[in-house]
Each structure stands twice: as structure tokens, then as C-alpha cells.
């Protein structure tokens, strides 16, 4: 026999010894692929569960948002509007109180009024307050 035959056959008895092994890892690496697969696929489902609730929690936030920024814009607006009537009563007071001192000649003080403010301030500290915090929590 030559050289060449004899290898062949050399290798051969090594490839007879480890053919179990070769076709137990074989096995093994196609269990591997396949459980990995589904794997995948179980995670992928998952994960876009997440994202969905992620995506339910974001805009259930930007709803609230806005119905702060929508209550903020109405306070600023009655906030206006009570100024106006504050100070068109101020007005009249004055107008009132000036012609009480021509006629009687008198020093009758007429009741001052309340502005309101310190009220107002507060319910914009609030509502900014509020919005303070759901940009720290959702950015």
C-alpha cells in the first residue's frame, strides 16, 4: 500500500472513533439554533409588549400634560379677567368716593377690595409645580 492509502486509512479509524461525538455536537448545535430561535422570537414578543405599555404609559402622561397646560390657561385667563373687574371697580370706588368728598365734603372712606392675587399665585404654583414634576418623571 502506499504512503497515501495508509494515511486515508489512519484518518479514517480517528474519523470512525470520534463519529458519536461529532454527530452528538451535531445534534446539540442544531437544539441550540432552534431553542435560540424561539427564544428570539419569545423576547421579541415581549419586548413589544413593553414597548406598547411604554408607549400607553407616555401618552396617558402627555394627556394629564395637557390637561394641566389647559387648566393653567384658563386660571391665566379668570386671573385677567378678575384684574379687569378689579380694577374697573377700583375705578368706580375712586370715581364714587371722589364725588362723595365734593358733595359732603367728608372723608367717608368706601371699602377697598381684595385683588385676589395671593390666590392666583398659588394655583400657578401648582399647576407649574405639577408640571415640574411629569417632565422629571417622563423625561
Avoid at 451535531?26 to 411604554?54: G, P
Avoid at 378689579?86 to 362723595?100: H, P, Q
Wanted: proline share 1%; with cysteine; charged share 20%.
Amino acid at each position: 500500500m502506499s504512503a497515501l492509502v495508509l494515511q486515508n486509512n489512519a484518518l479514517w479509524h480517528i474519523f470512525e472513533d470520534f463519529t458519536v461525538s461529532i454527530l452528538l455536537s451535531a445534534c446539540f448545535l442544531i437544539y441550540a439554533i432552534r431553542n435560540n430561535n424561539e427564544l428570539n422570537k419569545k423576547l421579541t414578543r415581549e419586548i413589544t409588549k413593553i414597548n406598547s405599555h411604554d408607549t400607553s404609559y407616555a401618552s396617558e402622561a402627555q394627556k394629564i400634560f395637557s390637561m394641566v397646560n389647559n387648566i393653567t390657561t384658563k386660571v391665566v385667563q379668570r386671573s385677567d379677567f378678575d384684574q379687569q373687574s378689579v380694577s374697573n371697580e377700583s375705578e368706580a370706588n375712586s370715581t364714587n368716593e371722589s364725588e362723595t368728598n365734593l358733595r359732603d365734603s367728608s372723608s367717608n372712606s368706601s371699602p377697598s377690595s381684595s385683588s385676589g392675587s395671593s390666590n392666583l399665585s398659588g394655583i400657578l404654583d401648582i399647576t407649574s409645580d405639577i408640571k415640574i414634576c411629569f417632565k422629571q418623571h417622563f423625561d
